[in-house]
């Protein structure tokens, strides 16, 4: 096994190998540990464990199967930002001379894409504050995309146009208008309200999955009652037409939302569910 002299003082220094000095100054080993030793720590090497974990690992104080875990947790975590940045230059490299300057500033935004995720996360708690923290963490698993693991260029311009679009103050109140209706001032409990509009949407995405066009019924019914118990009225033609009027579900930037989130999760959105919500009930003022 030949490793250079000097390798073998580097590691004599940083205490990964054991030696003595003899009464000329030389470094003395104990040829049978020694060795062991140094074949460890080159095979260890070779797996990309660094010198401090390796010394770790050879004294006891953490398992080789920890270190090589979070060794592999690293490695994922670096090609993770290798593979979005090549997303990214792919996204700039296929842009046309008028949209690259456009792509560039869009990407900037989201190169730490964790932070960008955290900021549509921070986005909808202020919008859903009344929510249980519960039932909060079911939309956020349901409605707001994690970055993906193995982003197209194309995932990679939706992710980044959904992280601009919500630092946009208009989204925030487009989005506050089509949740709240009327005014939320005259909402008397914020909490029931948002759960049981959420509870009509999850009714409703099978049959938007199903391509089940909007329609008044058993649906629109319980999406209503949570808005006529939280103001404290009935259900009535007057009520709806408030509701239909009011809301912002025609806003073009709540529709390119949830597009974009469409186009990162492939599910059906809770905007797709509350869309559909918003046709039914047109429907069912256009027969009053």
């Known amino acids: 096994m030949a490793v250079p002299v000097r390798t073998i003082r580097f590691y004599c220094d940083d205490g990964v190998l054991e030696s003595q000095r003899g009464s000329g100054g030389h470094r003395l080993f104990d040829p049978v540990t020694s060795v062991d030793r140094l074949r460890s720590v080159r095979?260890?090497?070779a797996l990309g464990l660094g010198l401090s974990t390796i010394v770790d690992v050879l004294a006891d104080a953490v398992s080789i199967t920890d270190a090589l875990a979070a060794e592999r947790r690293a490695l994922d975590s670096e090609l993770g930002v290798?593979?979005?940045r090549r997303a990214s230059l792919l996204a700039v490299e296929n842009a046309t001379p008028a949209e690259r300057a456009t792509r560039v500033a869009q990407l900037a935004a989201v190169q730490d894409r964790h932070g960008a995720y955290d900021e549509l996360v921070a986005f909808w708690r202020r919008l859903l504050a009344p929510l249980p923290s519960a039932t909060f963490d079911g939309f956020v698993s349901m409605n707001i995309p994690a970055p993906p693991a193995n982003p197209t260029a194309a995932h990679v311009l939706a992710y980044?146009?959904?992280?601009t679009t919500i630092t946009d103050p208009a989204m925030a109140r487009a989005m506050t208008r089509q949740l709240w209706r009327i005014d939320d001032t005259d909402v008397g409990d914020k909490r029931a309200l948002i759960?049981?509009?959420a509870e009509a949407c999850e009714v409703v995405g099978p049959l938007v999955d199903a391509r089940i066009a909007p329609r008044?019924?058993?649906e629109l019914d319980r999406f209503l009652a949570a808005h006529a118990a939280a103001r404290g009225e009935p259900d009535s033609p007057r009520l709806r037409r408030r509701l239909l009027s009011a809301g912002a579900d025609d806003d073009p930037?709540?529709?390119r939302y949830w597009t974009l989130t469409t186009e990162i999760t492939g599910t059906t959105t809770a905007g797709a569910a509350h869309h559909w919500l918003y046709r039914a009930?047109?429907?069912?003022t256009e027969r009053q």
């Open 82 to 84: 290798l593979t979005w």
């Open 281 to 284: 009930l047109a429907l069912s």
């Open 43 to 45: 095979r260890l090497r």
């Open 195 to 197: 759960t049981g509009v």
């Open 216 to 218: 008044p019924g058993a």
């Open 160 to 163: 980044a146009e959904l992280a």
């Open 253 to 255: 930037r709540i529709h």
